[in-house]
């Protein structure tokens, strides 16, 4: 999931923490109080330890902090449509053709917190305004996403908004063709 909910429905504690195991920081994920919310003084105290894989290397708000520049897409038409994820299968478009994770450097979002990016009424581009609800890259150009799949594809500006809402959600029958437009790190 995106993340896990409290006894209300609202969202507690951020994937990013799930993962810890899987990125050997056990010691780290069992610091981590899942009684209390991820800014609950305990918790927030580990923001400053955030794993290295959370942060792109140029990404100059991340790198020197505790703000990610990966953030997973989360709405009712993506993988992430409320409080468990779909299962591959229930992937309408494929695994192999719907963006899980963006880069999104500035994000101002600490890795802790179970906040992501809303499909729903945000603007997409690559590139364009600083903000959490675009796809922002290195200074390569070229920014990156995750697909379902855990492929990386790098993108860059000239994708359209209608092409980059498309390759995130998981049911819209769009066929993504990659081939077209994947660009590598220049």
């Known amino acids: 999931p995106a993340s896990l909910p409290d006894s209300a429905g609202q969202p507690m504690h951020s994937w990013r923490v799930l993962l810890l195991p899987y990125l050997g920081r056990q ?5 981590y109080d899942f009684s209390e919310p991820w800014d ?7 923001q400053f330890q ?27 038409e993506t993988m992430f449509p409320g409080v468990t994820a779909l ?5 309408l478009d494929g695994v192999a053709d719907t963006v899980m994770v ?20 945000m603007t997409v ?17 070229v920014a990156y ?13 000239t994708l ?8 995130m959600t998981a049911e819209g029958g769009e066929v993504v063709p990659w081939g077209d437009f994947e660009v590598q790190a220049k």
């Open 27 to 31: 010691n780290l994920y069992d610091r």
């Open 40 to 46: 609950s003084p305990n918790n927030i105290a580990l």
């Open 50 to 76: 955030m794993p290295a894989v959370y942060a792109c290397e140029a990404d100059l708000d991340a790198s020197l902090s505790y703000s990610t520049s990966y953030l997973v897409v989360v709405g009712e």
């Open 87 to 91: 299962a591959p299968a229930d992937v």
């Open 102 to 121: 963006v880069e999104s450097h500035g994000s101002g979002i600490s890795w802790l917190e179970p906040r992501d990016l809303r499909l729903n009424g």
């Open 125 to 141: 581009g690559v590139n364009g305004a600083q903000g959490a609800d675009v796809f922002t890259s290195n200074p390569s150009g």
């Open 145 to 157: 996403v995750v697909t379902g799949d855990g492929q990386t594809h790098g993108l860059d500006e």
């Open 160 to 167: 359209t908004q209608n092409l980059l809402r498309a390759m």
